[in-house]
T-cell receptor, first 117, second 114 residues
Framework: GAVVSQHPSWVICKSGTSVKIECRSLDFQATTMFWYRQFPKQSLMLMAT?????????EQGVEKDKFLINHASLTLSTLTVTSAHPEDSSFYICSATISWGSNQPQHFGDGTRLSIL | DAKTTQPNSMESNEEEPVHLPCNHS???????IHWYRQLPSQGPEYVIHGLTSNVNNRMASLAIAEDRKSSTLILHRATLRDAAVYYC???????????????FGKGTHLIIQP
């Protein structure tokens, strides 16, 4: 149980285009989903917290107009990288929790590798 | 979340037990200790968590020091598939805790030799 699916697994696109990444909780409802970014040889960095039906909360230094997050249902959150540039190339990972609480694990998707040419 | 300290890397042989240490000397009384691991080119995977008592599950065991300032993740019989980066993360257990994302450190890169 507690499966999180991410799509696509990888994407290559030209500079200036927008890319949408989907994160779905397959067998549970997730009030809150999280988006992380990981550059090569580095650890995961939290980008934003996505709450169903409300605006996302972005971490300091993350441009909310560039990384658009939509959490329209309890099983789907999307991250859109707008006008992507080579420096946005990274491994994007989402996670979700079944319920709140610091004793609850987060369940992660397999990530999306984004390469901007 | 309070800070944790882990060795950069560890090496072990296949089919032997592995003990991965984590120091968290500034842990508060309500912080939970979580462990995740990340296999190459994959998202992190939850391993185990605990508060005060030792915990066991099908993946691993978590031994927590009596003063809670350190903990050890135990893989009882390592396989090549256990080669990953292991992250020890504290989660605030007070009011509002758990509503935020995880703060990942550098973790321990576990190498398993056949």
């Amino acid at each position: 149980g507690a499966v999180v699916s991410q799509h696509p697994s990888w994407v290559i696109c030209k500079s200036g285009t927008s890319v949408k990444i989907e994160c779905r909780s397959l067998d549970f409802q997730a009030t809150t989903m999280f988006w992380y970014r990981q550059f090569p040889k580095q650890s995961l960095m939290l980008m934003a917290t996505s709450n169903e039906g409300s605006k996302a909360t972005y971490e300091q230094g993350v441009e909310k107009d560039k990384f658009l997050i939509n959490h329209a249902s309890l099983t789907l959150s999307t991250l859109t990288v707008t006008s992507a540039h080579p420096e946005d190339s990274s491994f994007y990972i989402c996670s979700a929790t079944i319920s709140w609480g610091s004793n609850q694990p987060q369940h992660f998707g397999d990530g999306t590798r984004l390469s901007i040419l | 979340d309070a800070k944790t300290t882990q060795p950069n890397s560890m090496e072990s042989n296949e089919e032997e037990p592995v003990h991965l240490p984590c120091n968290h000397s500034t842990i508060s009384g309500t912080d939970y200790i979580h462990w995740y691991r990340q296999l190459p080119s994959q998202g992190p995977e939850y391993v185990i968590h605990g508060l005060t008592s030792n915990v066991n599950n099908r993946m691993a065991s978590l031994a927590i020091a009596e003063d809670r300032k350190s903990s050890t993740l135990i893989l009882h019989r390592a396989t090549l598939r256990d080669a990953a980066v292991y992250y020890c993360i504290l989660r605030f257990g007070g009011s509002g805790g758990g509503a935020d994302g995880l703060t990942f450190g550098k973790g321990t890169h576990l190498i398993i030799q056949p």
